[in-house]
């Protein structure tokens, strides 16, 4: 009977990444884009990288969420001026339309789930990350409904946190 019960039950849903799917030389290659951009600063040439990942078959909404949430753990462990010149290169790309919004604000979710965590080893994360999303609001961006979510969840976490967010809220409720 407890076998019966137990194949009847439903397993309990575990929010997992997309990024899962994405294969290990994708992956490898968003960490060299992202590492070569803070060395460089060329958004042209990150440009033209993405573009080739895409062109190789490479899934375009898994390759702009792995983007952006490599990009921010890269920028969030690295500082301040490694976080603004992210936060630039996101908004060039999305102002390009090689990044979309939707798929963006996936990746900035799947970082804030985490933000507890990497405050624990970086303390300005939660600051960094809200100037950040901040910015591409204010530029419109990023898809509010599903920032808001993300933003929303860190909130409830931690009060402490959620003070860093305070911009960012009022913004979204714009």
């Known amino acids: 009977e407890e076998e019966e019960e137990e194949e009847e039950e439903e397993p309990k849903v575990v929010k997992k990444s997309k990024m899962e799917l994405l ?17 460089i600063h060329d958004t042209d040439e990150a440009v033209e990288c993405l573009q080739e990942l895409y062109g190789k078959g490479h899934p375009k909404e898994l390759v702009n969420e792995e983007v952006v949430r490599k990009g921010l753990m890269l920028a969030l462990d690295a500082g301040p001026e ?4 992210i936060g630039k290169m996101f908004s060039s790309l999305l102002e390009r339309k090689v990044l979309e919004g939707v798929d963006s604000a996936k990746g900035f979710c799947d970082v804030m789930a985490d933000l507890a965590d990497i405050a624990i080893d970086v303390p300005k ?6 100037s950040i999303i901040e910015h591409l609001l204010e530029k419109r961006l990023l898809d509010k409904k599903v920032i808001g ?16 967010f305070e911009a960012v809220k009022a913004l979204l409720a714009q």
Do not use: R
Not at 82 to 85: A, P, V, Y
Not at 149 to 164: N, Y
């Open 23 to 39: 294969s290990p030389e994708g992956e490898n290659a968003i960490g060299s884009i992202l590492e070569e951009y803070l060395c």
């Open 82 to 85: 490694e976080s603004l010149l």
């Open 125 to 130: 994360a939660p600051q960094l990350m809200a």
């Open 149 to 164: 979510e993300g933003v929303q969840q860190v909130c409830d976490e931690s009060e402490a946190m959620g003070k860093h």
